[in-house]
């Protein structure tokens, strides 16, 4: 059975501090997206990872895909409280169709 | 650019009641189209998915079905709704090539 599992599921944290969440998929692929979703709002896609050892840098949020390990991090920097959302991975397959694979999410919430 | 449209953006409707939540893409041709509902608090579950007109794959087996009429309309419809129906239902669209889905805005489904 695929299966798309994220770590911790949900997270409350301290601006400033610095925290990874982690994403182990239990197929094969070489691709991974990270989405972000903001409270009753729709998904907006952050990284694409293309390759193992692929790693995507943007602000404060820094991605990195092994797929050797199958597994994904997306690490925090230095946490503001914008960063407050609920953030999926999801991992491409393309047997017997191409289809992602997703996450159940992990809500990050970043106390001001 | 493209972009994607989906409506309504909020819909109350009675148990029993029909259904129709409408999507279109805009700036690109030949999509792949997608159809997922996310229950509260919890990850995305792929309802439908399409590679072309009048080419529709269904994951779940359910009351819902999805049509596409034209290349850039993807619609979800129901004979009758049941309470177990109620969701954030969204329409996403990729590129072909394994290219990451971009989401739309979403419909909050109430079923009273």
């Known amino acids: 059975e695929l299966k798309v599992e994220q770590n911790p599921l949900f997270l409350s944290m301290q601006e400033g501090k610095n925290y990874t969440i982690y994403c182990n998929y239990s197929?094969?692929?070489?691709?991974l997206y990270w989405y972000r979703q903001d409270p009753g709002k729709s998904l907006e896609s952050l990284f694409v990872?293309?390759?193992n050892g692929a790693v995507k840098q943007e602000g404060r949020l820094m991605a990195s895909l092994d797929t050797k390990a199958r597994l994904s991090t997306l690490h925090i920097t230095a946490a503001v409280h914008d960063l407050s959302a609920t953030y999926f991975c999801?991992?491409?397959?393309?047997?017997?169709?191409?289809?992602?694979?997703w996450g159940a999410g992990t809500k990050l919430i970043i106390k001001p | 650019s493209q972009t994607i449209h989906q409506w309504p953006a909020t819909l109350v409707q009675p148990v029993g009641s029909p259904l129709s939540l409408e999507c279109t893409v805009e700036?690109?041709?030949?999509?792949?189209l997608y159809w997922y509902r996310q229950a509260a608090g919890r990850g995305l579950q792929l309802l439908f998915y399409?590679?072309?007109?009048?080419?529709i794959s269904s994951e779940v087996p359910q009351n819902l079905s999805a049509s596409r009429p034209q290349d850039r309309q993807f619609i979800l419809s129901s004979k009758k709704l049941l309470l177990s129906d109620s969701g954030f239902y969204l329409c996403?669209?990729?590129?072909?090539?394994?290219?990451?889905?971009?989401f739309g805005d979403g419909t909050r489904l109430s079923i009273l």
């Open positions: 996403a669209w990729s590129g072909r090539n394994q290219r990451p889905q971009h």
């Open positions: 990872l293309l390759s």
């Open positions: 999801a991992v491409v397959v393309v047997s017997p169709h191409y289809q992602l694979i």
């Open positions: 399409s590679v072309g007109i009048g080419q």
């Open positions: 197929t094969t692929s070489d691709r």
């Open positions: 700036g690109t041709s030949n999509p792949n």
